[in-house]
């Protein structure tokens, strides 16, 4: 596959930036498929701002996600279909398979009942 020199406008400054056919090789043998939006700088710039945690190990992994805390926990009312006690359980039931309360779980699944 040949690759020729294309010239792009950055979408952070507008500015023109050429992505060279040396970059388009390396973008394709790593298996990227997009072209870059950013020119050099813009994109220097964004993995500064984006590192630039206070007193941040640039080594250290970055969390997925922010800590929202910890998440309310939802419990759905329905009966056991087995001993046909109220329970609740942490999922909706849909109707489509037969929802167990804990003691009978565990005794279909051959635990000790718990107390």
Known sequence: MSF???????RDCGMDF???AGEQEFYASKGFVNEPTRC?????ARKASMNAGAGRDE?????AMASAGPRERVAYQTTCANCGQETTVPFVPRGTKPVYCSNCFDQMRGRETRY
């Open 4 to 10: 020729a020199d294309k010239t792009i406008t950055c």
């Open 18 to 20: 050429v992505f060279t």
């Open 40 to 44: 050099p700088s813009c994109r220097q």
């Open 59 to 63: 080594r250290a992994p970055r969390p």
